[in-house]
């Protein structure tokens, strides 16, 4: 079973309202595909993986 890491960010988040984030939506990677995300063009997300290991994701087109 994969570990939410979110958790820690969720926290950091509510504990600096000065940055005006949040709320966030989590998802486990091995039950979702890209075509049932709602995204934002130039929106940065993170995908995380093995605690330590980010990956800044900006999606800047898409194309049906």
Request: aromatic share 12%; glycine share 6%.
């Amino acid at each position: 079973m994969n570990k939410d890491y979110g958790e820690v960010i969720d926290r950091w988040a509510k504990e600096n309202p000065l940055y005006c984030i949040g709320p966030f939506e989590h998802k486990l990677m091995e039950k979702t595909i890209l075509h049932s995300m709602e995204i934002q063009l130039g929106k940065p997300y993170v995908y995380m993986h093995l605690g330590t290991c980010e990956h800044l994701i900006v999606f800047t087109d898409a194309r049906y």
